[in-house]
């Protein structure tokens, strides 16, 4: 398995206008919280999930979900994405979810032999690196 962190970043740079639908859980991390949601679709440079939660725009987050062999081409990967809330609006078919889009910084593939659970939350210094630009690439 190739877990080289820049893997995910050129693959998916290389593919850039391509977007791929997507129905996955994910965990949004922000301001301490962890709330859950659903992927509907990724590209190289943003995501529009669902959530159960309003974000602000320009909210920094870390979303945590396993990103399926369909897009790496390998095997599932779980992987970790920070950005920034471009923007959070509608709901979902349900009513009880908000659509948000997200501007992606940075994604850092997780061993895949640790659980999920294991990165549902931020730590202080992720989130004082992610306030001040200094988020690794």
């Not at 919280?33 to 669902?50: D, E, H, K």
Request: net charge neutral; proline share 7%.
């Amino acid at each position: 398995m190739n877990t080289d962190p820049n893997r995910l970043e050129h693959y998916l740079e290389r593919r850039g206008a391509q977007r791929f639908e997507l129905h996955l859980p994910l965990a949004v991390h922000f301001e301490g919280r962890t709330v859950p949601g659903f992927a509907q679709n990724l590209s190289g440079r943003g995501i529009f999930f669902y959530a159960e939660t309003a974000l602000p725009e320009g909210a920094v987050v870390e979303l945590t979900f396993t990103m399926p062999s369909e897009i790496t081409l390998g095997e599932n990967m779980p992987v970790r994405c920070r950005g920034r809330v471009l923007r959070a609006a509608g709901h979902s078919q349900g009513g009880q979810r908000t659509g948000i889009a997200v501007q992606l910084d940075s994604y850092q593939y997780l061993p895949s032999d640790e659980p999920m659970s294991q990165f549902l939350r931020v730590s202080v210094a992720s989130a004082a690196a992610a306030t001040s630009g200094q988020m690794p690439r």
